[in-house]
């Protein structure tokens, strides 16, 4: 369960002195008590009820242009400050009713997608009923990370992001299953930014199976190894092979080993580059190599019969 913040009697603060009390203290996102002192910043601002909606008329009246330059997470979220080391946004909750929901789905806005989370945020109920979530708690540093694999998922509780709730997610510790809030509703954030999240992994779990199920960082670095490796000449491959071996991320790693076995030009070829991998020291590559190895054998009767 995210750490809960006390914000006592709130009083209403503007976005740039939230910003300013950020800025000005000491913030270290990896330091959980420092992290957790700007709650009650955090909970001021949410006791603003104008200046979100005057940003956003601000925002049309100017074309969503600033929207356009820094917001890189879509429509469910207004990029309030991009600063240095953290980030400030709204994101919006619409409800199981809304004509949004119905008609984009709930997967558009992350609702029952179990995952915890590669970066420590603080996060406040501005408007409306808030999210519920499922809340599970795991231990990251006990987890290999590989798909499938399995993790001591120990369920805390479901409650709602209310209205002036604070809370403080932990990196790689909290876990929720997110579901629709009742009404619309709007939360606001303060996230770490740093250079390094993109190579730390955030996992999607199977709640049921108590298994990761997918691992749903992404950096630009994975499609352009995969397309690298297809239309590049030999000083691609050279350079693919290094990051499949070098890479500090094992995640990308794996990734660069793929796109080595996709020019293969036979499935033994292909098994052969995943077999190799397989018996590496690195244990998330060994072990993604070696389920690799067994899907495509237990596939390959399919695979030739496409081939054919
Ligand atoms: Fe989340």
């Known amino acids: 369960m995210p750490r809960v913040i006390a914000a006592n009697d709130p009083k209403a603060i503007g976005l740039g002195d939230l910003v300013d009390i950020v800025e000005t203290g000491r ?136 209205r002036g709730k604070v809370l403080l997610y932990r990196a790689h510790r909290d876990i929720h299953a997110q579901l629709p809030a009742d009404a619309l509703s709007v939360s606001l954030n303060i996230m770490e930014r740093a250079p390094h999240i993109g190579y730390r ?17 992404e950096t630009a670095i994975e499609p352009l190894l995969a397309i690298c490796s297809q239309i590049g000449g030999e000083n691609a ?20 080993l793929t796109a080595l076995a996709s020019t293969c030009p036979s499935i033994d070829a292909r098994i052969e580059v995943f077999a190799q991998a397989a018996r590496r020291s690195a244990p998330f590559v060994a072990r993604m190599a070696a389920r690799q190895c067994a899907a495509i054998n237990a596939g390959r009767h399919w695979i030739t019969r496409t081939a054919h």
């Open 27 to 162: 913030f270290d996102a990896r330091d959980e008590a420092c992290f957790a002192s700007f709650g009650p910043a955090l909970g001021d601002l949410a006791a603003n009820r104008d200046f979100l909606a005057d940003i956003i008329v601000a925002e049309l009246k100017d074309r969503c242009r600033s929207q356009s330059v820094r917001n890189a997470y879509g429509p469910q979220v207004v990029m309030l400050h991009a600063g240095r080391n953290f980030i400030v946004r709204a994101n919006f909750w619409p409800a199981e009713t809304d004509p949004v929901l119905q008609e984009n789905g709930p997967e558009a806005f992350f609702y029952h997608r179990p995952h915890d989370h590669n970066f420590s945020f603080l996060t406040v109920g501005y408007t409306g009923p808030g999210y519920w979530s499922d809340y599970y708690e795991f231990d990251y540093d006990a987890c290999v990370g590989a798909v499938g694999d399995a993790v001591d998922l120990r369920f805390v509780e479901r409650s709602r992001l209310s």
């Open 201 to 217: 992994d955030q996992y999607g779990f199977d709640v049921s199976n108590g298994v990761i199920s997918e691992n749903l960082t």
């Open 237 to 256: 491959r050279d350079l693919v092979e290094t990051y499949a071996a070098y890479h500090p991320s094992e995640r990308i790693q794996f990734a660069a």
